[in-house]
């Protein structure tokens, strides 16, 4: 008995030592991309992504053997179980977004160095931000995080669109950072002086401040809206997704959700206990807005990728719901649950149009007008991905969405469940007014010919051939998750279960 109380006394001290280790190894793998980039003067640029796979691949080990190791011992560490499930999301995106990104980056013949860089200081800044318990670290990642999204919008320098793209995204996002530094700064200036979030609810006083606090949470509120996309905060997400590059809208689309999720749940749960009545009433409003918002305004778009921004909005309502459903018996386990399925089916769905907007040029939908005939393992793929997205039983997104809106309708959200289960059916129409596209119409030679002249311009053959492989890795990868993860929601729900902080 002595020996295992040392052996788990030891485990403990080690869990609690190794915490940033993840975040470590990822410095590291940047400091060696710069060094190796330096050495060999930009010439072997492979090698490079390879260096940000396995830094990544081993944060990912460490993070899953700190999490099986508080699952298997529940008195050790677990308060971070919340923190490290979002920390394994964000390296879970880098990894797949990474995968689908390098033929991209290659075949467009921009600069390769630093697009790794941005990738791998984007996910820590999301790291950081998972597991940040003070509000100097809090903004310092977030703005990381945003930061160097702006540069990835703005990549491809030459092209007007993502110009335009990242000038929207920097200045909308400093405008949302004004106002959560803003809500910070009351919060500051009224808890004499306090940063750290369990010190800020001992020292101020909500009884005799309640209108400041009001104001604060209002302010921070707005702050996190518009990383999550919420409305009426979501004006930049149609159009910074539509200039961006198609792979750098794969990577902040799910790294910035999740990394504003965890700042949110953690911000209002902890520091706004006593106001959860007012914030759950106007959360509850926004969610509803953006679920209607997104999939009407969804059906009548003809680029793929605002498409893909509107559903994101409306996506995010439906994970809002978990957040206001969080009980004490399951916390947040639908809210993780579905963010998790959600990670495979958004970044599946954009493997297979990052390959087409590579042959072709275009996101337009109506190109992929005939797919099924030149493509018919990238059309059945898409299928999958849209289909999962749209909550067809028995896909992984059909069980997300169910063990989501019965937490919410067990919670009393009535109405939010229902305005959920009828925008879901909205959301069909579109996903499968695009597969009765790829399906049935064929597409006009003409365009075909306009089609092909673009990809001579775009894409280079021999490049792509060397990496199809890493494309095909990302799509397999996010097909099976898309499809058998909801086989195994038991285990899944397990995990996420009892996550309060």
Known sequence: MNDINSFLSRLNSTINFSTILPEIILIVGLITIVITDLVNKGKNAIFLYKIFLISTLVSMGILFYQLISVIAFEDLYTNNI??????????ICSFISVLLSVDYVLCSKISLAEFPLFKISAGLGGMILSCATDL?????????????????SGYTKRDIRSNEASMKFLLMSGASSSSLLYGFSLLYGFSDGQVQLDNIIDKISFSQYLPIICISAAFILA????????????????DVYEGSPTPVV?????????AALSLFTRLFRLIFPYLSNEWHIVVELLAISSMIL????????????????????????????GILA???ENGYASMLTYTFIYIFMNLGTFARITPFSLRTGTDNIRDYAG??????????????????LGGIPPLSGFFGKLYL????????LYISVTVALVTSVISIYYYLKIIKLMLTKTTNPVDTLKTYEKQKSLVSSVISTKLKSSVEMAMILCALASTLSGLFMDPIIKITRNTFF
């Open 82 to 91: 919340f923190n490290n499930l979002f920390r394994f999301f964000i390296l």
């Open 136 to 152: 100097i670290t809090i903004y310092v990642s977030l703005e990381f995080l945003a930061l160097s999204s702006c540069f990835l």
């Open 223 to 238: 702050g996190t809206a518009f990383k999550l996309s919420l409305f009426p905060f979501h004006q930049w997400t149609p």
């Open 250 to 258: 794969a990577f902040f689309s799910v790294t910035s959700k999740v």
């Open 294 to 321: 997104g999939n009407l305004i969804a059906v009548t778009q003809r680029s793929f990728k605002r498409m893909l921004a509107y559903s994101s909005i409306s996506q995010i309502g439906y994970v809002m719901i």
């Open 326 to 328: 969080a009980d004490l």
């Open 371 to 388: 797919l099924y005939m030149k493509d018919p393992v990238l059309t059945f793929s898409l299928v999958l991905c849209l289909l999962s």
């Open 405 to 412: 809106f019965w937490h919410g309708w067990k919670a009393g």
